[in-house]
């Protein structure tokens, strides 16, 4: 594993614009054996060297492609939002009944329903967020979704009535929780 420092000199060359992408961990001049890129400072295979620039083995899926991983200090995670990635599941799946003039209006989903869901009290278990930021076991919402909202204390059917969610989606809005349910 790289020491801090040295993946600070290479975050702050790659930035500059110092580094030659078209050789980068190809000839071992990075201290990369440009096998696996496990041991280079890019991270990557050497193919292209704008992989991982945060000197991660590619692992966490992040190509570097988009600058966000290792050149602005993070780890290359980019945390999910409501509006980019968790609203299109509401209107995918749930406005047809929580929207207006739906059977369940009362909650409308539709539109931006970051205000109605996250640090607001469930009509059917008011001991418990509809969304607990960092906190899906204590979001009613997540346990709506999972079939568990009996075992809380919940009333009702689980959500949506139509079926479950699959899994994929389940976990982004876990993900989401998880990361602090970001508007």
Known sequence: MKSAAALTLFVLLAACGDKDDDTASTDGADGADGADGA?????????????????????????????ADGADGTDGTVEL??????????????????????????????????????????GQLGSMDRVEPGDPANSYLWNKLNDSHASVGGTGNSMPPSGLLDADTL?????????????
Do not use: K, R
Request: hydrophobic content about 35%; proline content about 5%.
């Open 171 to 183: 976990a982004t809005i876990e993900t989401w929780i998880n990361e602090g349910a970001n508007p």
């Open 81 to 122: 939002s409501h509006a980019t990635d968790i609203q299109p599941i509401w209107e995918a799946n749930c406005t047809f009944c929580h929207a207006p003039e739906g059977s369940a209006d009362w909650m409308n989903l539709s539109g931006d329903a970051y205000s109605v869901l996250v640090d607001v009290p469930s």
């Open 39 to 67: 041991d280079g400072a890019d991270g990557a295979d050497g193919a292209d060297g704008a992989d991982g620039a945060d000197g991660a083995d590619g692992a966490d899926g992040a190509d570097g492609a988009d600058g």
